[in-house]
């Protein structure tokens, strides 16, 4: 299983960004997935999730202000986080558990006050 998110970078309170984490080696239609994120100095902690019939679940610190989605056919996740605050800097990581825990390599958001 191989995770590879991508997205991320430089951006200015009250913007966007659009993360992708592409998948291979599981079956992605029934997997659940996950975004985390870890900010500098601070434990990872849960963003947000999709299930596999598209239940979603979010932090409440982003919750309004992020969507987490997923495109089968690309199997491919995405978070579009909007209205972006300096508190969402982060390294952010896609996650699943397929037999065992699989992430990916993380990337990094840096959000500007």
């Known amino acids: 299983v191989q995770l590879q998110a991508s997205g991320g970078g430089l951006v200015q309170a009250g913007g966007s960004l659009r993360l992708s984490c592409a998948a291979s080696?599981?079956?992605?239609?029934?997997?659940?997935m996950k975004w985390f994120r870890q900010a500098p100095g601070k434990e990872r902690e849960l963003v947000a999730a999709?299930?596999?019939?598209?239940?979603?679940d979010y932090a409440d610190s982003v919750k309004g202000r992020f969507t987490i989605s997923r495109d089968n056919i690309a199997r491919t996740m995405y978070l579009q986080m909007n209205s972006l605050k300096p508190e969402d800097t982060a390294v952010y990581y896609c996650y699943t558990f397929y037999r065992r825990d699989f992430w990916g390599r993380g990337t990094l958001v840096t959000v500007s006050s």
């Open positions: 999709i299930s596999s019939d598209r239940i979603t």
């Open positions: 080696g599981l079956n992605f239609k029934i997997a659940t």
